[in-house]
């Protein structure tokens, strides 16, 4: 299995809502990570999870809010987001954080804010 | 800070024809990682090919190769015998190396390939 699994593909809410995006791989992989990609332009880093800890935190607003309950799964927690974040969330994994390691990514969560 | 950048946001090719994608990098270390990643319409990026910057040689998977000129900071794909199934946004990415742990992706803004049949 060399997948990573993301779920829900698609997601609408409102600015008051709150919702998860879930990120799943069974590779034994120990790093991994959110990225958001807005229309036409390169994926950028949001987090960085390694051995289930946070390790990077690109400056993201508070209202994401990632969770990693353990080394297979990886949760990004909505709450109070605003049209802007409206993006594809692009979750990925690697071996073990090394810098020259392959990074195998999902198809991505499709989020619309209204 | 290091910056990527794509001169060519969008190119295309015959099928069965040879296509180069353009990067150059701008950075102050020494030990890095380059690498190719092609976006389908499916949206799953996915890894062509990497280079290790201390390896003078040029990485090669297949029908994709990589032009790795360190002292111009330029890292540019080639496509030989262009497929339909080649047809995607490419991205050119730089990563820092020598430390362990989870390291930033840099990206470049992207090149779009079509591929003409």
């Known amino acids: 299995d060399t997948e990573v699994t993301q779920t829900p593909k698609h997601l609408v809410m409102g600015m008051t809502n709150k919702k998860s995006l879930k990120c799943e791989q069974h590779?034994?992989?120990?790093?991994m990570y959110w990225y958001k990609q807005k229309a036409k332009k390169p994926p950028e880093l949001m987090f960085v999870y390694s051995y289930e800890k946070l390790s990077i935190n690109e400056s993201v607003p508070s209202r994401f809010s990632p969770e990693c309950p353990n080394s297979s799964l990886l949760n990004l927690h909505l709450h109070a987001l605003q049209p802007e974040d409206s993006a594809l969330y692009l979750c990925?994994?690697?071996?073990?954080?090394?810098?020259?390691?392959?990074?195998?990514f999902g198809s991505g969560t499709q989020l619309s804010v209204l | 800070a290091q910056t990527v950048t794509q001169s060519q946001p969008e190119m295309s090719v015959q099928e069965a024809e040879t296509v180069t994608l353009s990067c150059t990098y701008d950075?102050?270390?020494?030990?890095?990682?380059l690498f190719w990643y092609k976006q389908p319409p499916s949206r799953q990026m996915i890894l062509v090919i990497r280079?290790?910057?201390?390896?003078?040689q040029n990485a090669t998977e297949n029908r994709f190769s990589v032009n790795f000129q360190k002292a111009a900071k330029s890292f540019s794909l080639k496509i030989s015998d262009s497929q339909l199934g080649d047809a995607a946004m490419y991205f050119c990415?730089?990563?820092?190396?020598?430390?362990?742990?989870?390291?930033?992706?840099?990206f470049g803004q992207g090149t779009r390939l079509t591929i003409n049949p």
């Open positions: 990925a994994s690697s071996q073990g954080g090394l810098t020259n390691e392959k990074l195998f």
């Open positions: 950075t102050s270390e020494s030990d890095y990682y």
């Open positions: 280079q290790e910057a201390y390896k003078q």
């Open positions: 590779m034994g992989h120990r790093a």
């Open positions: 990415a730089y990563r820092t190396g020598g430390r362990q742990g989870a390291q930033k992706l840099v």
